[in-house]
């Protein structure tokens, strides 16, 4: 599920950050945005790369990820709300960048919910297991702490 959900999400922003690229090439200040998309692009690639590989990411790894991808969304957001005008940005290019900004922060919030449950459930295992779990096999024989020392063979004919 996870590496799905990160491919549909790649292939979108993938979109946004092309057209960035050739839409706001105009003034000096209007350049500031590359930075962001490039970061972008590298996050998304990334991504990419994470759900194609046979080493799949952790919950808490792809968490940290769409986070930054998110806070990423967020500079955008706020320097093309500021220069939109100044810097002729269309229209479409905001929305696409909003929209994917968007997708990205439900995206953040599911698996981070999944994350998030992952260790809880990890830290309950370990917790019962430290503490004996009370099922039999967790300690010795019957769930108990189990033999210690040493047993020694008799000696002699048997």
Request: charged content about 20%.
């Given at each position: 599920m996870l590496t799905k959900t990160i491919a549909t999400l790649t292939g979108a922003i993938t979109g946004v950050v092309v057209l960035g690229g050739a839409a706001l090439a105009q003034a000096p200040e209007c350049g500031a945005i590359q930075q962001t998309l490039k970061t972008r692009q590298e996050l998304v690639a990334k991504a990419n790369a994470a759900s194609q590989s046979k080493k799949k990411m952790t919950p808490q790894?792809?968490?940290?990820?769409?986070?930054?991808?998110?806070?990423?969304g967020a500079d955008g957001l706020k320097w093309i709300a500021a220069n939109k005008e100044w810097c002729s940005i269309p229209d479409s290019f905001a929305e696409g960048f909003k929209a994917?900004?968007?997708?990205?922060?439900?995206?953040?919030?599911?698996?981070?919910?999944?994350?998030?449950?992952?260790?809880?459930?990890?830290?309950?295992?370990?917790?019962?297991?430290?503490?004996?779990?009370g099922m039999p096999g967790a300690g010795g024989l019957l769930g108990g702490p189990g033999l210690t020392g040493s047993f020694k063979m008799p000696q002699g004919a048997l």
């Open positions: 790894e792809a968490c940290a990820l769409f986070g930054k991808l998110q806070s990423n994917d900004h968007v997708k990205v922060s439900g995206i953040r919030t599911k698996i981070c919910s999944v994350a998030a449950q992952a260790a809880k459930m990890e830290a309950q295992a370990k917790a019962q297991a430290a503490a004996g779990g």
